[in-house]
């Protein structure tokens, strides 16, 4: 089964010129889901932001704690802001909380939002109406569905939803007039991933150019996500060489192997030629190997710790091409990334004083640190250890 990426895409535009806006969003991913809360703060500015900023944060901490699932963490959210209502000491706010499995599988949970709109992949937008209960003596949205490849979910603020109030539409365009403007736009532009523009451009437009609220809205997108698999390392069993190497193999998506070794492993049961870069380019990096169908084959442990480096770089600022250049290249271009690290002992490490000299740390802590890197970059990254 392919893997089913989520890209979340934003547009905000605050009330207040030169303030923060009032409407805030956090976008969480592990190998298992992803989530997106979006917390519109009472007021604008300053405050507005301080609250929407606390509910969101909570929420996570909450739910990503595994302490709670995701309705019992809504609803610690729910009764927080049932006992801030109407007390201006108190921070208050609305939330939309999304969970998108990854097959596809989505709980929308809402309060006091605009309900979300659901985009097909024939370019047709819906209304996503669900059920609604009472949890915490406040009423509350619940929407199940799927998001499969090529289709979306909009998400926006009642500052959208109320665009155009006083300016000859009564109750603002609401999520009928949302829907409609989605639905004609798609007629004329199959991209929707440029569509978040046209309808902030829309809403400043129907409002005379004058907001009455934030503005915000998210758009997100599955489709067929890039995986690359990493094999580094030799198991810590010899006698797993062929089922570690068997099963790296039949993963989908790119793959990566790192270090001589894992190298002569992998090429010798596949029944394939292993060769070294000759003349390579860049003398500060290790040469490359090659192993006819593995994207790339580099040096281990030194090759790690120089993508680790430069892992924050601005790739149009490399000079030479490298293994290091070109891992790290695979690593920005991908969604998830999975590391699959041997636990045998790497003997050049413990006899050679050289590697503490220069800095190089060994697989087993430079991996977790690239992965935070990642992480950071918004990548799903998994780690297994053979």
């Not at 046209?198 to 609220?213: A, V």
């Not at 890039?226 to 810590?236: A, R």
């Not at 740390?361 to 250890?385: C, D, F, S």
Request: proline letters at 3%; one cysteine or more; a positive charge.
């Amino acid at each position: 089964m392919s893997y089913l990426h989520f890209d979340v895409l934003s547009q905000s535009i605050s009330k207040k010129k030169n303030l923060p806006c009032g409407d805030v969003f956090r976008i969480e991913k592990n190998r298992e889901e992803t989530l997106v809360v979006l917390v519109d703060g009472m007021g604008s500015g300053i405050k507005a932001n301080i609250f929407a900023n606390f509910y969101c944060s909570k929420f996570i901490e909450l739910y990503m704690g595994e302490e709670f699932s995701i309705r019992e963490s809504f609803k610690q959210i729910v009764d927080i802001l049932h006992q801030a209502r109407g007390n201006d000491s108190k921070p208050y706010g609305v939330i939309s909380v999304v969970r998108i499995l990854n097959n596809g599988e989505t709980t929308i949970l809402n309060y006091e939002m605009p309900n979300p709109i659901y985009i097909a992949r024939n370019n047709h937008a819906t209304i996503l109406k669900g059920r609604s209960f009472s949890l915490s003596k406040e009423i509350i949205n619940e929407i199940n569905c799927y998001i499969e490849e090529d289709e979306s979910l909009l998400l926006f603020s009642d500052g959208i939803t109320q665009s155009g109030m006083g300016n000859g539409y009564i109750k603002g365009w609401q999520n009928e007039g949302v829907k409609n403007f989605t639905n004609r736009y798609l007629l004329n532009n199959k991209n929707v991933k440029n569509f978040l523009g046209s309808l902030i451009n829309k809403s400043l437009k129907i409002s005379g150019e004058k907001h009455r609220d934030d503005l915000t809205a998210l758009l997100i997108h599955g489709r067929k996500g890039k995986v690359l698999n990493v094999l580094t390392g030799p198991p810590y069993n010899k006698d797993n060489d062929e089922k570690v190497v068997d099963n790296f193999w039949k993963r989908d998506g790119y793959k990566a192997v790192c270090g001589s070794t894992t190298a002569e492993i992998v090429a010798d049961k596949l029944n394939k030629n292993i060769k070294i870069e000759e003349n390579p380019k860049n003398l500060a990096a290790p040469p490359r190997y090659y192993i006819k169908d593995i994207n790339i084959v580099t040096e281990g442990a030194v090759t790690l710790n120089q993508v680790f480096h430069i892992i924050d770089e601005n790739m149009e600022n490399y000079e030479l091409d490298s293994g290091v250049t070109q891992l790290n290249y695979f690593f920005n271009m991908v969604d998830k990334i999975n590391f699959i690290v041997g636990r045998a002992k790497n003997p050049a490490h413990k006899k050679n004083i050289i590697f503490k000299q220069r800095g190089i740390l060994k697989r087993e802590k430079i991996i977790p640190k690239i992965a935070a890197k990642l992480k950071e970059k918004g990548k799903v990254v998994n780690i297994e250890y053979v």
